[in-house]
């Protein structure tokens, strides 16, 4: 099945703005518009506004790319061995001829990502920089070079039914992650074994799981009131730092499954939570369904933020809610749009994805935060990958 | 301790090259010249060739940099709560400031990188690209920007022995990894579980082995003939496929270790190897040890490769080498320098790291790969994280 919405709409785009073509070669933007997702980031995808899109594929990854491409013509060139051409030359040579007797005038490629979702490999990013610059101006010749990051950006934050679907199966599989993480939170633990234990059971269990044939986790559990409640950070770091009764661990957690990702949190107390844990838990709880309940197409970022943050000053612990309500997630384990938080009177559209994640943080009680990834439907909102939130 | 080694080759370099100052964004480079592996890819060091560096922080890491920064002079900038500056203005002012009165002409920065090696957070890469060369143009207003991506690959080839007991400390931990892979992958077991078990050991038992603060792996786990057999894939793809007696099961292993790396491989058969298979297997690892014991300074790429290719070739099995012996590991899971390849006349030099991972791969035989990482020394090599290889 191919994802047609998203190539038409991609062509409408591509019409409003003369663009004659696109050169992508970022992981997710070769997925986006080609269905597959490139095993290292040495794919690059020409994708023409008529005609048919040309893949320039490493040949080992052949048998991958095969099952997954949609309507791309495949070009594999020889990679990693000894009678390889230089991989430039390779890609070039693919690029020119694609674009041989087209009279393309305008071709787009991504020059501003700055952020970037890996390919399978994530122990090592290959990107398009100088060189990769240099390769689509000897392949496109005549054309004008357009810088077209943030056009991406800006269809990606719809999603097309074929996408739902992927994005709601990874949000699906780290739900094991999460019954992990539940189940093993007790005192004695390490945060450092227990973000390995939930990468492990998610790659050993996800992958096959609805379909998915590449699955990956990335997580990080942080303990105690000094990790969690350390401000607000990002990304966790996990320590040797080993849970004792009464601290909180905090599970944060992005799965990708395909291509496609989940962004979610979990907070657990090792043994019996105070009172002042049990009250901030089940301020962020509700701040976070009054978030959930908020988003329907029409309203804004700032409104759907307001829903949570109101909650969580109304109970006193405004002051330690320092970050925003929620990010576009789906392409990457963070997107640009949408974005939950004050000031953003842009409207959500149906379709968008966005995690949903209020927080507070302050010693000696602890980092609380919850995390869910969540569709703006025709008429509201659903809840990807639904999974409790206790915490203990 | 600092690495003072690293940072007065640096400013040789750069006087060599009349630079005045390299602004670094890839999390690679900042650990270079400044002892932190940004959390996150938001970190930029400015490094003066006189006076003191200073590196622009996310706030939120203060704890992580405090401990690992050398003579750096670390700003935070607030990052990811509300009150927080937009990133980009918050490193330009900094960048600014740093550079205010200094007259500087000529600031290298990254243009050309392409591979990149990921920060702690892998599952979300944060590159320079056209933002980040807008932020250097405002920073540096009176200054040439200078691409010194290749500058840096030079300089990197050599390691300075506080870069060497680091890279060491990584190979040293993988080989919790290769001992669980040898005691699991009997018949039964898919790929994807052998891997995500020899990631879940590296990271649970390797933290804090030898001072290691942050450890994370990348494991790939083929098996049976089909997929260890493909030909040659630079990264293996784990699949469900499970493991039956006679299989090979071939593991490709990457392991960071506070940002420095080690690239290892082994291959098992499950229960019973045929005579074709152990005589492979021999030949392999022969020809690995070939290839080590003629590594010295003063020796050729294309000398060393030849000294693993002979003996594969006599063997019978030449055309079934496919790929180069070796490659420059440290930084990253893979560098360009040196190459252990056939037309590589470059001498080796002391304080270089390359990988010796001869393979053959043919069916029903299956794919055979040996790959340890090790250190041209002042009269020979030495080989890192010894340990042992044996089929069953």
């Given at each position: 099945m191919q994802n047609q919405e998203r190539l038409d709409r991609m062509r409408r785009a591509m019409e409003a703005e003369r663009l004659d073509a696109l050169a992508l070669r970022l992981p997710e933007n070769v997925l986006l518009l080609s269905g597959f997702w490139p095993m290292i980031g040495a794919s690059v995808l020409v994708f023409p506004r008529e005609g048919r899109p040309v893949c320039a594929i490493p040949h080992c990854y052949e048998y991958e790319a095969s099952l997954a491409l949609w309507e791309a013509e495949a070009a594999y060139f020889r990679y990693g061995v000894l009678d390889a051409p230089e991989?430039?030359?390779?890609?070039?040579?693919?690029?020119?001829?694609?674009?041989?007797?087209?009279?393309?005038?305008?071709?787009?490629?991504?020059?501003?990502?700055?952020?970037?979702?890996?390919?399978?490999?994530s122990g090592e990013a290959q990107v398009?920089?100088?060189?990769?610059?240099?390769?689509?101006?000897?392949?496109?010749?005549r054309a004008e070079l357009v810088d077209v990051s943030s056009l991406l950006q800006v269809q990606r934050r719809r999603k097309t039914a074929y996408e739902i679907a992927k994005i709601r199966i990874a949000s699906?599989?780290?739900?094991?992650?999460?019954?992990?993480?539940?189940?093993?939170?007790?005192?004695?633990?390490?945060?450092?074994?227990?973000?390995?234990?939930?990468?492990?059971?998610?790659?050993?269990?996800?992958?096959?799981?609805?379909?998915?044939?590449?699955?990956?986790?990335?997580a990080q559990v942080a303990t105690g009131p000094d990790e969690t409640a350390v401000g607000y950070r990002p990304n966790e770091v996990s320590t040797l730092r080993r849970l004792e009764r009464g601290d909180v661990a905090l599970l944060e957690l992005g799965v990708v499954a395909d291509g496609y990702w989940a962004d979610r949190t979990r907070v657990r107390v090792a043994g019996e939570p105070t009172e002042d844990q049990s009250k901030v838990f089940d301020t962020v709880r509700r701040a976070q369904a009054a978030a959930a309940a908020a988003i329907r197409p029409g309203v804004s970022g700032a409104e759907v933020d307001e829903a949570a943050?109101?909650?969580i000053r109304d109970a006193g612990y405004g002051a330690y809610f320092p970050h925003i309500t929620g990010h576009g997630v789906g392409f990457g384990y963070h997107e640009s749009m949408p974005k939950l938080a004050p000031g953003e009177t842009g409207a959500l559209e149906e379709g968008m994805v966005t995690s949903v994640e209020p927080g507070v943080y302050f010693k000696p009680c602890g980092g609380f935060r919850i995390e869910d990834d969540v569709l703006v439907t025709a008429s509201g909102s659903e809840t990807f990958g639904p999974f409790r939130n206790s915490l203990t």
């Open positions: 991989p430039g030359s390779a890609i070039r040579d693919i690029l020119a001829a694609a674009a041989r007797g087209k009279g393309w005038r305008r071709v787009g490629y991504e020059a501003d990502f700055e952020v970037v979702a890996p390919s399978w490999n398009p920089a100088a060189r990769t610059r240099e390769i689509y101006r000897a392949a496109f010749e699906e599989i780290s739900t094991i992650g999460l019954e992990a993480f539940e189940r093993l939170a007790i005192a004695g633990r390490s945060g450092v074994e227990l973000a390995a234990e939930v990468e492990r059971e998610i790659m050993a269990r996800g992958t096959g799981h609805l379909g998915a044939f590449r699955v990956r986790a990335y943050r109101s909650i």
